[in-house]
């Protein structure tokens, strides 16, 4: 590290990635760059703005639920808004969320890269990922209405209605696509293009992250595009594959669909634990506990996760042998997500703990994971799951581990790492009061779902019985809590990037890993040299007994 | 899109990242297949005799004739590549333009084989087919979904190809660089092990 | 990372080795439409499986130039194998047993 420190150091600033050094200037340059921190920002503008959809949509489904009868919309309009609500808060937000943001912009500098392995790939996933996000915003619109099944897309129901379903599963393929790329990329980023030095195990954790999610990406999507392709074969051409008039089997397509759709659950949280094992270290002023366990268990998860998928399928009725198998595999997959979980936690103990917005969250994030985890546990036991089946039950559960998880991540990471992107440093006091908005509204909003999907009450329903009322009022005022934090926040975060206090320092919280050694922000091709790695990621000299002897960084 | 990046990646080229990728990427479309093989198993699991029945009805010859043009088109590709790697231009042009015309002999085979399908009757939401037993209804909706899509990747192969030739005339693809050819080699050979399994689950199993 | 330089010295094999496989892949594609039409029984879908397999081996090793491809090439195909033998085996957990 030492001869590229002598260049990167403070002041004689180099232009950094935000300006434009190529021949285009302006949006095309930006458009048509093959920069990875560019098409990071440019997949933060679309997850977010796609975020401020769906959050709107949300919104929308909690005020239609405040009486037990119609309240805003009709029955339609609910079905299609609960189906857009899942479509776009699953495949457009939270999976590209963490790797296409996050991943693009610092996987290369962890590991001591100059860009990922194939930069105008990286690009064309982008476009490809535009191109589906549109074509689900144009189904809202176009005559015929927005898919109504669900993002679940269940046989026969989604051959059947007269919605624009086509329209819909042809995005969720090109989503898919995107996806694929994008991991295909990170693979061989990570395989290809380590700085000399950064062995495996020099990596940082959110790398390692990455890399397990990469290989979901790569083998569980293409079953999932597959799955969604045979639909629009089968409503266009009428061919028999699934639909039961034709001899099909609809259980078949469900297996199939969670084939892909419960990896995709790890697609979304494993790159958020990366994002909490970066943070936690860095603001106990600790190293990380468990190191390679922490590392392991990414790929362990990906491996188990992979091999749980019919526990979403134990109320249609499979074989005893079938039901007996998933049971035992869903119960062993948390076990590696528990190892993160304490590992973050023992990292914390005897940590000089530092409550920064992005550790806020981070914490938020151990408190509300274990809570969707351990509902999720619940559900693994199949006596219990048959009566929680398509209860808000569920629909708390998910919100917990995906909103709260991946969600809680993703504001994690984007206090911690946005002014590194920009050089700007938000209101630390706002972006607090924000968190407390969005931590208690949260709760408000979603805990009511566990106890009253507990008491009976069944998922994506327009009518409800008069007895659930007072949790759906609590829950619709939470969720006013949440969108006011989440606005607060926002503000805050867009505000910052005007006017924000400059950050001149290359390392803004302390971090030990390669990002906090280029200049803030980033030059275009990251580094002036590629660096020699020679420390692990998280040696924190402060108050860790046995520290390794380490050369001096800076 | 020239920005600087792309100077850097050509500057350090990187041949064994770029086949990584792609091998990477034609897992990917291994899975794909994956799923289709996954609902043949399934089906024809539960639909022993109907798939019996329904696969005799299947012309073992022009099954047969495909693959051969297939696997001899895999040859002219690995040739090609040698030719490349040896320095032979006109050569490896001349075995890439066969692979071409390989390509399309087999998708003229197909269409001549659907053709006939067709004319029986056996269409997908054919009168005929829907009255059929559902093993049956489902053994041609797995056909023709799979040697289908098999056949958009033989388009897309010889598109692949056809671009391959541009470039080695332009000599953009030469002696000392010639990744490209060989990842449309790779994707070329993919097709080529899809359809070795496609042929014995469609034409030969009875 | 010292792959970066074995990258360079290709392998560049004679067409001959390929015109064998090429022999061995026909021969195959013979041997297995004849035998179908020979009844082997519940073993008809192995047999002709296990000739598959070993046609998609040649063209995997040889074509496709993976026994001269780093080490972690291989993985990577036997990871995806073994990715789709897993969802096959737990798919059929269902399907077999009642």
């Given at each position: 590290m030492s001869n590229s420190s002598v260049a990167l150091d403070g002041k004689g600033k180099l232009p950094s990635y935000l300006i434009d050094q190529g021949k285009r200037k302006g949006l095309l340059a930006w458009l048509l760059s093959t920069d990875h921190k560019r098409i990071a920002i440019l997949y933060m503008i679309g997850v977010l703005s796609f975020f401020a959809v769906g959050v709107s949509l949300g919104f929308i489904i909690r005020l239609e639920l405040l009486t037990p009868q119609g309240t805003i919309i009709d029955a339609q309009a609910y079905n299609e808004i609960f189906t857009l609500h899942g479509v776009i808060m699953i495949?457009?937000?939270?999976?590209?969320?963490i790797p296409a943001i996050f991943g693009n912009f610092f996987l290369p500098i962890m590991i001591g890269a100059?860009?990922?392995?194939?930069p105008r790939l990286n690009l064309l996933s982008w476009y490809l990922y535009i191109i589906g996000g549109t074509m689900i915003l144009l189904s809202m619109v176009l005559?015929?209405?927005?898919?109504?099944?669900?993002?679940?897309?269940?046989?026969p129901y989604s051959v059947r209605t007269g919605t624009n379903m086509i329209f819909t599963l042809s995005a969720v393929f090109i989503l898919g696509f995107s996806s694929i790329l994008t991991g295909m990329n990170f693979l061989t980023t990570i395989h290809r293009l380590r700085a000399p030095g950064m062995g495996w195990f020099k990596m940082p954790l959110f790398t390692w992250s990455l890399y397990a999610t990469g290989w979901i990406q790569l083998l569980a999507t293409p079953i999932v595009g597959i799955t969604l392709l045979l639909v629009i074969i089968e409503r266009v051409f009428g061919v028999g594959l699934f639909d039961p008039t034709l001899g099909g089997d609809p259980m078949l397509f469900q297996h199939m669909f969670w084939m892909y759709s419960h990896p995709a659950v790890y697609i979304i949280i494993v790159p958020a634990m990366g994002v909490i094992s970066e943070i936690i270290p860095v603001f106990a002023h600790r190293t990380i506990f468990g190191y390679k366990f922490i590392a392991y268990s990414s790929i362990a998860i990906a491996v188990f996760g992979s091999m749980v998928w019919a526990h979403h399928m134990f109320a249609v009725g499979l074989s005893n042998n079938a039901e007996f198998i998933f049971s035992l595999l869903t119960f062993l997959v948390a076990i590696p997500s528990a190892i993160k979980v304490f590992n973050w936690t023992a990292t914390l103990y005897k940590g000089s703990i530092e409550l920064e917005a992005p550790m806020l969250y981070a914490l938020a994030f151990i408190f509300l994971f274990s809570i969707g985890g351990l509902t999720g546990i619940i559900q693994g036991a199949l006596n219990v799951d048959i009566y929680l089946t398509d209860t808000y039950f569920i629909v708390g559960h998910i919100h917990y581990v995906i909103f709260g998880g991946t969600g809680m991540a993703l504001f994690a990471a984007l206090h911690y790492w946005l002014p590194k992107m920009f050089g700007r440093m938000y209101n630390k006091k706002v972006a607090k009061v924000a968190f407390w908005h969005i931590f208690v509204g949260f709760n408000i909003l979603y805990f009511p779902f566990l106890i009253m999907g507990w008491l009976g009450m069944p998922r994506r329903s327009y009518h409800y019985l008069p007895k659930f009322q007072i949790y759906h009022i609590i829950a619709t005022v939470g969720s006013w809590i949440l969108v006011a934090g989440l606005l607060i926040m926002f503000i805050n975060l867009l505000r910052s990037l005007r006017t924000g206090e400059i950050v001149t320092e290359n390392n803004i919280w302390g971090g030990e890993s390669l990002e906090w050694k280029v200049q803030t922000p980033p030059i275009t091709e990251n580094f002036e040299e590629i660096p020699e790695v020679t420390a692990a990621p998280y040696e924190y000299k402060d108050n860790d007994e046995p520290v390794l002897e380490k050369e001096e960084v800076n | 899109m020239t920005t600087e990046n792309e100077v850097v990646v050509h500057a350090h080229r990187d041949d064994v990242g770029a086949r990584m990728g792609m091998w990477l990427f034609l897992l990917s479309e291994f899975l794909l297949f994956g799923g289709l093989f996954l609902m043949y198993s399934i089906y024809r699991f539960n639909h022993q005799h109907d798939f019996h029945i329904a696969a005799e009805g299947m012309n073992i010859f022009l099954g047969t004739a495909n693959t051969l043009i297939l696997l001899t088109s895999s040859l002219t590709m690995a040739l090609a590549i040698t030719a490349m790697q040896k320095g032979n231009k006109i050569l490896s042009l001349v075995l890439q333009i066969v692979t071409f015309l390989f390509g399309l002999a087999f998708l003229v085979n197909k269409f001549f084989e659907w053709r006939a399908e067709f004319r029986e009757g056996n269409y997908p939401g054919s009168p005929l087919l829907t009255a059929k037993p559902s093993g049956q209804i489902l053994y041609y909706g797995l056909y023709y979904t799979m040697v289908g899509l098999h056949g958009v990747h033989v388009i897309v192969g010889m598109t692949i190809i056809a671009f391959m030739i541009r470039f080695t005339i332009k000599g953009i693809i030469n002696k000392d660089d010639y990744v490209k050819l060989e990842n449309a080699g790779l994707y070329w050979h993919l097709v080529d092990i899809i359809w070795i399994f496609l042929f014995p689950l469609f034409y030969l199993i009875t | 990372m010292d792959d970066n330089k074995t990258s360079?010295?290709?392998?560049?094999?004679?067409y001959g080795i390929y015109i064998l496989v090429w022999l061995a892949l026909v021969t195959l594609t013979a041997l297995t439409a004849t035998v179908a039409g020979i009844s082997f029984g519940k073993f008809s879908i192995a047999v002709a499986l296990v000739i598959a397999m070993i046609k998609s081996y040649l063209v995997l090793s040889e074509f496709m130039h993976l026994k001269f491809e780093m080490k972690a090439f291989r993985i990577f195909v036997l990871v995806a194998i073994l990715f789709f033998l897993l969802l096959i085996v737990l798919l059929f957990q269902n399907y077999s047993y009642y």
């Open positions: 495949f457009i937000v939270v999976i590209p969320a100059k860009d990922v392995a194939f005559p015929g209405g927005a898919a109504d099944t669900g993002w679940t897309f269940y046989i | - | 360079h010295i290709k392998h560049t094999p004679g």
